[in-house]
């Protein structure tokens, strides 16, 4: 609704746009009520924006960085490759995911600022890339994730997973909840959101980019997915 609703530029810390692809390629994003953090590749970081206080006026305050594409023991990471996943637990904590692919599964970490690294791995469904992610709390915590790949011959596909996540942080064995190919009408998905419609239900949301491209769709996607309490 207009009267609810604004748009702006994202800032840096210094109040100016953000301009440029290598400062401005953002991917993620995870709120929490008052913060909006927003993960970026090229420039690998995560900015976080007081929305609540300053509203289209915030900067971006540095949370987290990788500036030389240096993920510590995962090594060197693309600079179109980085941090697409990212969300949020109800501690606080960020989950960051890296696009990057490697034979163990997509790295991931818990993050409280710089506190953290990508210890982890998703275990990527057939090698696709992790695109996304969103964390839902509950009597068991759990971590949604989205991977897609491509190729000339199978076309677009589309990965959905879930993960419990134990309260140290440590990230369960996925469960593949679908693998969406050419039987029906896929694109470039790789925004998800997860909101509980009920004790026993999860509604999945994805979206599609179409990259400014007439091939391409911008497509939604829902899903609702009922697990044990």
Not at 163 to 173: C, H, L, N, P, Q
Request: charge should be negative; aromatic fraction near 8%; include cysteine.
């Amino acid at each position: 609704p207009a009267n609810h609703a604004y748009m702006t530029s994202l800032r840096g810390a210094d109040g100016q746009p953000l301009d440029g692809k290598t400062y401005a390629d953002s991917e993620g994003v995870a709120w929490n009520g008052e913060t909006l953090f927003i993960s970026f590749e090229r420039g690998h970081r995560v900015l976080g924006y007081d929305i609540e206080g300053c509203g289209a006026n915030a900067r971006g305050a540095l949370v987290t960085d990788f500036w030389a594409g240096d993920f510590g023991e995962i090594g060197t990471v693309d600079e179109n490759q980085g941090m697409e996943a990212l969300a949020i637990r109800d501690t606080g904590e960020l989950v960051i995911g890296v696009e990057a692919r490697q034979l163990d599964g997509a790295p991931i970490g818990i993050f409280n600022g710089n506190e953290g690294s990508m210890s982890q791995r998703l275990a990527a469904p057939e090698l696709t890339l992790l695109v996304g992610a969103d964390y839902v709390s509950g009597d068991t915590d759990r971590l949604y994730s989205l991977f897609r790949s491509y190729d000339p011959i199978r076309g677009n596909r589309i990965a959905i997973g879930v993960s419990a996540v134990a309260e140290d942080g440590t990230i369960g064995e996925m469960e593949r909840l679908a693998m969406i190919g050419s039987d029906v009408t896929v694109d470039n998905f790789e925004g998800i959101a997860v909101e509980p419609i009920s004790p026993t239900t999860d509604r999945i949301v994805i979206v599609s980019d179409d990259n400014f491209s007439a091939r391409q769709k911008t497509l939604l996607m829902v899903l609702d997915y009922t697990h044990s309490e």
